[in-house]
T-cell receptor, first 114, second 113 residues
Framework: DTEVTQTPKHLVMGMTNKKSLKCEQHMGHRAMYWYKQKAKKPPELMFVYSYEKLSINESVPSRFSPECPNSSLLNLHLHALQPEDSALYLC?????????????FGSGTRLTVV | DQQVKQNSPSLSVQEGRISILNCDYTNSMFDYFLWYKKYPAEGPTFLISISSIKDKNEDGRFTVFLNKSAKHLSLHIVPSQPGDSAVYFCAALLQGGSEKLVFGKGTKLTVNP
């Protein structure tokens, strides 16, 4: 298995809703990442987990809450989002934090906040 | 400060011809470079990479060239096919450093039949 799987593929949520994005990989990678990508922009790093511990938080607002329950799973909990948070949310993994070889992206979750 | 630059937002080529996508970087400490291809509403797909100790890496129709002295790399696609039409992102990594992939803004390639 050489994939990073993200669910759901599409999500529409209201500003008062609570929802979660899920990311899963079974490649034995010990680093997992959340990125946000707006239209016509490059992916922007949000969080990095290394060995299930939060390693980097790129000053992301607290309405985004990451969680890494185990080495294969990464969640992003969403609460009280704003319409400007609408974007493609990408998960990625790599063998270890900082490894370029094997850095793999999922297909993303298209989030729309209404 | 944009550390990885793709100065051409778009490129259009004819099917069968060569596509050349360019990327410049400012941080001489980057030691690994990657090219990703991205279709709309999908995640980036890894295409090809090159370590800073090499100046060329080839994989089928795709070749990446690295000129360290000029801090420049390019992706060559030969021959170009309509299915290659996508946005191509250049990314750079300082392994063991900040451990962040730094992306360029992307170049939209259109291959015309």
């Amino acid at each position: 298995d050489t994939e990073v799987t993200q669910t759901p593929k599409h999500l529409v949520m209201g500003m008062t809703n609570k929802k979660s994005l899920k990311c899963e990989q079974h490649m034995g990678h010990r680093a997992m990442y959340w990125y946000k990508q707006k239209a016509k922009k490059p992916p922007e790093l949000m969080f990095v987990y290394s060995y299930e511990k939060l390693s980097i938080n790129e000053s992301v607002p607290s309405r985004f809450s990451p969680e890494c329950p185990n080495s294969s799973l990464l969640n992003l909990h969403l609460h009280a989002l704003q319409p400007e948070d609408s974007a493609l949310y990408l998960c990625a993994s790599s063998p270890r934090q900082g490894d370029a070889y094997g850095y793999t992206f999922g297909s993303g979750t298209r989030l729309t906040v209404v | 400060d944009q550390q990885v630059k793709q100065n051409s937002p778009s490129l259009s080529v004819q099917e069968g011809r060569i596509s050349i996508l360019n990327c410049d970087y400012t941080n001489s400490m980057f030691d690994y470079f990657l090219w990703y291809k991205k279709y709309p509403a999908e995640g980036p797909t890894f295409l090809i990479s090159i370590s800073s100790i090499k100046d060329k890496n080839e994989d089928g129709r795709f070749t990446v060239f690295l000129n360290k002295s000029a801090k420049h790399l390019s992706l060559h696609i030969v021959p170009s096919q309509p299915g290659d039409s996508a946005v191509y992102f250049c990314a750079a990594l300082l392994q063991g450093g900040s451990e962040k992939l730094v992306f360029g803004k992307g170049t939209k390639l259109t291959v015309n039949p």
